[in-house]
């Protein structure tokens, strides 16, 4: 569980890092033209389909485990579990790419 937060957290800050090129501090006007918008997005849109595939690597794996570790009800609330974890992984890279665009969307030139 502490490697897939940390894990997220890291995504999740790489992300923050990365569009500081594109945010610009409060009361500067920092724009991008509509080609590296254009770029940017792209970028943004692969990042956001790689962390779905991770989460859902993550799922798959963490199902294995369940099956292999566990019996019974104990087992089904293993799998349970890593469903749920794996949907607040995708909402959590959703948001992030929102977040994202929104940034991009913000900084393209009029």
């Known amino acids: 569980m502490f490697k897939k937060t940390s894990s997220i957290l890291i995504l999740t800050a790489a992300s923050a890092f ?8 409060p009361g500067t006007n920092a724009t991008v033209s509509k080609e590296e918008a254009k770029a940017l997005k ?9 962390r779905k595939n991770v ?9 294995g485990d369940c099956k292999t570790a566990l019996e019974g009800s104990a087992k ?7 469903k749920a974890s794996a949907k607040n992984d995708k909402a959590a890279a ?3 790419h929102e977040i994202e665009e929104q940034k991009i969307k913000d900084s ?3």
Request: proline content about 3%; some cysteine; aromatic content about 2%.
């Open 18 to 25: 990365c569009l500081t090129a594109v945010a610009a501090e």
């Open 42 to 50: 792209t970028q943004s849109d692969a990042q956001y389909k790689a």
């Open 55 to 63: 989460a859902e690597a993550n799922e798959d794996l963490n199902k």
């Open 76 to 82: 089904r609330a293993c799998v349970k579990s890593a």
């Open 94 to 96: 959703k948001t992030l």
């Open 108 to 110: 393209t030139k009029p």
